[in-house]
């Protein structure tokens, strides 16, 4: 067990449904929730907007001061710090399966097949993938947005007349995102296994030994270490080569008798934010593996589903399953 | 553990009455709110419930069994189901009358997550008596519903004449000899015939033995008959074999013969069922079987008076019955 703790600088927060994504909207914690709403969680003052009335929030990421939502009522919702709403769009009572999101204003979903990319200006593209899409992400560098499918993945230029380009591999991709430098892209898959490409040459990578589907992807600040959810630790592929993760052993962090369902990294240090089945919360420093406890397993907890830091690394957000959330300070 | 969502799976060929099934299971005053995944919204318009479409997007699991396929849209659906859990009590899954029911069977084995969170309850399968002889012959979606079914709902016999059910059901029983069978109009039959199975529950398998041997007797000939037979109602395509011995079995044998013969066959057997006395076992050993995925667990004890039999049945296709009989005796104890 860790050998220090942190919990004494969490403030805890009620969510009262299942959490499905936390983000900070600027300097606002906030959580979109399992009852269509999303929680402006600053301590004292906190609100709830009806983003979704009647609805479920299944996905959610943050933009800059905005939390963008999409619901089972088919919406595409910015919700702001402010406490306004503003619909995006409206799918027409088909589910929002996948959302991703970037500072400049611009977003993606995807409802079944159909990939629509709307740029900072409102200007609207869609795309049919082949299959099902499952994830969505935004490419680092241009307009340019990675598609997870049946069968491989798609990088898509809405702007552009040429057909996206395909990276096969057999099986269905679920997650999916791209490395900072643009080098590698990477999916999660059905069969408890993570897939990646070298961008420039198409190579395959293989990554397995996991115990469950990985949900949860996240990228060091310096793009060398992805952290990756599905099995009793967070596993840790090194990319910082040329060749990736290619015969390397990847990093284990926080190995207990408990699935890590949630990995966020520190925006600027080798700390990863670990969540787990129980509820417990830890943070694991790269590479020494030094653990400290930010929560302890509650009893009857369930999982962690969400983590988010805030732009200065300062915050950490956390939701689970239960509707159990919390607000860590780290200490200065 | 949270008591896990029971899921109904409706299948049946187009026009059986699948939509008349499903709109009187919403209808009727159950009490209970249903979450309906359906391929397309038709006539099915229920307040109370949630109803989600479909596409019926099936993919092969990338782990070398090519019978092994799942529906990828479903998995989708039912989790984000899960995220509105508390909001409903059961799903119901209505498929495209061409479809194959072994993808939807095989979602809720094969996928983790689903798995934890949802059981399914039964395979419901509608067929009509009016074209039923016809759609076998001529429509192979419509014999794997039957032979994939827990539950059959022979559906507008008033269409046909009393001696034409009889030959239909000896048809269905030829086929599929331990579905449950209702002969109904208008899919009038009482919702508990429909809903709360437990089919697929390991524990309720023991409660459908006498309907579990009757085909037994049905199927003994069936050989002989195969090339000349017009009123021994047998299928050329699909059959059931059943089997049954006096005594104990060795698990060291029956567990890898039963694992390995289902992985040889891969798509020919489509379900498979068994209880079985094993050696110095109190307990009875109990599984069920799409394709070739199993699921087995030790259940009650035999009672004291209980004659221990080992029985085994298989429906599919071109099943060799010599070579599972002479399987199924190596297995003796």
């Known amino acids: 067990m860790a050998a220090a703790s942190l919990a004494a600088q969490v403030t805890p927060l009620d969510a009262r449904a299942p959490v499905a994504a936390v983000a900070f909207l600027g300097q606002v914690p906030a959580l979109a929730l399992g009852d269509g709403t999303v929680l402006l969680a600053t301590p004292g003052t906190e609100r709830r907007i009806a983003a979704h009335p009647d609805g479920t929030i299944l996905v959610a990421v943050g933009s800059g001061d905005k939390f963008i939502t999409g619901g089972d009522d088919g919406r595409v919702v910015a919700a702001s710090q402010d406490g306004g709403v503003q619909e995006i769009a409206d799918e027409k009572g088909k589910w929002i399966d996948s959302l991703a999101a970037r500072g400049d204003g611009s977003i993606a979903w995807s409802s079944g097949k159909n990939v629509r990319a709307r740029d900072h200006d409102g200007g609207l593209k869609t795309f049919a993938a082949p299959s099902s899409v499952r994830g969505l992400a935004f490419m680092p560098k241009g307009f340019r947005i990675a598609i997870a499918h049946y069968d491989g993945a798609s990088l898509w230029f809405p702007n552009a007349a040429a057909p996206p380009d395909l990276f096969k591999w057999k099986g269905s991709h679920l997650a999916i995102t791209a490395s900072p430098d643009s080098r590698f892209l990477a999916t999660s898959m059905q069969e408890n296994s993570l897939h990646a490409w070298r961008v420039a040459d198409k190579k395959d990578m293989r990554m397995s030994g996991y115990t469950a589907k990985t949900r949860s992807l996240s990228w060091s600040f310096d793009g060398h270490w992805l952290a990756t959810s599905g099995a009793d630790a967070a596993v840790i592929w090194p990319f910082k080569d040329k060749d990736g993760p290619i015969n390397k052993a990847p990093l284990e962090c926080g190995v207990r008798g408990a699935k890590v369902t949630c990995v966020a990294f520190h925006p600027k240090t080798l700390v990863v934010a670990q969540g787990y089945e129980d509820g417990l919360l830890l943070l694991c420093r790269i590479p020494d593996g030094a653990e400290i406890l930010v929560r302890a397993a509650p009893k009857d907890a369930r999982a962690i589903t969400a983590l988010a830091w805030d732009h200065a690394g300062s915050r950490l957000l956390f939701g689970g399953a239960d509707g159990a959330a919390g607000l860590l300070a780290m200490p200065t | ?333």
């Not at chain 2, 159950?30 to 997007?57: P, Q, S, T, W, Y």
């Not at chain 2, 498929?95 to 969170?117: I, K, Y």
């Open chain 2, 1 to 333: 553990m949270a008591e896990k969502i029971p899921v109904t799976v409706l299948t049946g060929y187009l026009g059986a009455g699948k939509t008349t099934l499903l709109n009187r299971i919403l209808s009727e005053d159950h009490g209970r709110k249903f979450a309906v995944i359906v391929n397309e919204f038709g006539e099915i318009g229920i307040d109370n419930d949630l109803v989600v479409g479909a596409d019926e997007e099936v993919f092969e699991m990338n782990n070398g069994c090519i019978c092994c396929t799942v529906r990828g849209d479903l998995i989708r659906i039912v989790e984000g189901l899960l995220k509105r859990k508390g909001k409903f009590d059961a799903i119901l899954v209505e498929t495209t009358g061409l479809a194959d029911p072994a993808p939807v069977a095989q979602t809720f084995f094969v996928d983790a997550d689903v798995r934890e969170a949802a059981q399914l309850d039964a395979v419901v399968t509608v067929a009509d008596a009016k074209w039923f002889c016809e759609r076998l012959k001529d429509a192979p979606e419509a014999k794997n519903q039957i032979a994939f079914a827990d539950v059959i709902i022979l559906n507008k016999t008033d269409l046909v004449g009393a001696d034409e059910v009889s030959e239909i059901e000896a048809h269905i029983r030829a086929i599929n000899p331990y579905a449950k069978l209702h002969k109904t109009v208008k899919c009038d039959v009482p919702l508990e015939a429909v809903l709360g199975r437990n089919a697929f529950d390991l524990r309720r398998i023991l409660e459908i033995e006498p309907e579990f041997l009757d085909g037994e007797d049905d199927h003994e000939h069936e050989h002989e008959h195969a090339h000349h037979g017009l009123k021994h109602y047998h299928d050329e395509d699909i059959q059931s074999v059943a089997l049954s011995i006096e005594g104990d079995i060795d698990p060291e044998k029956f567990v890898p013969w039963l694992q390995d013969y289902v992985q040889r066959e891969d798509a020919s057997i489509l379900r498979a069922k068994g209880i079985l006395s094993f050696k110095n076992e109190p307990k009875r050993f109990v599984f069920q079987g799409v394709h070739m995925l199993l699921d087995g667990d030790l259940q009650r004890e035999w009672k004291p008076r209980e004659r221990r039999l080992s029985r085994l049945v298989f429906i599919g296709r071109n099943l060799k019955k010599d070579e599972i009989t002479r399987g199924f005796m190596s297995c003796v104890a």
